[in-house]
């Protein structure tokens, strides 16, 4: 691990892990956009993007609690 992976948070596979093949690794990440998350993974070919993933602050239901507690 290099210092720059270490200050980014970036872990590497074992050796010998193979890579998964692009699309469907962007398959498993939209499968992850469901209405009972607090956010939404979409496509972003619009804004020259692969995947967008934006939290719903919008959504009150989706807000942490003010008070502290869950």
């Known amino acids: 691990m290099s210092l720059f992976d270490k200050l980014t948070g970036?872990?590497?596979?074992?050796?010998g892990v193979a890579p998964?093949?692009?699309e469907e690794v962007r398959t498993?990440?939209?499968g992850l956009d469901r209405?009972?998350?607090p956010?939404?993974?979409r496509n972003g070919a619009a804004g020259s993007a692969d995947l967008v993933?934006?939290?719903r602050t919008a959504d009150p239901a989706c807000r942490p609690s003010s008070s502290g507690r869950s």
């Open 10 to 15: 970036t872990t590497r596979p074992a050796d």
């Open 20 to 22: 998964r093949p692009a």
């Open 28 to 30: 498993a990440l939209l």
């Open 35 to 37: 209405p009972d998350v």
């Open 39 to 41: 956010y939404v993974i």
């Open 53 to 55: 993933a934006e939290w």
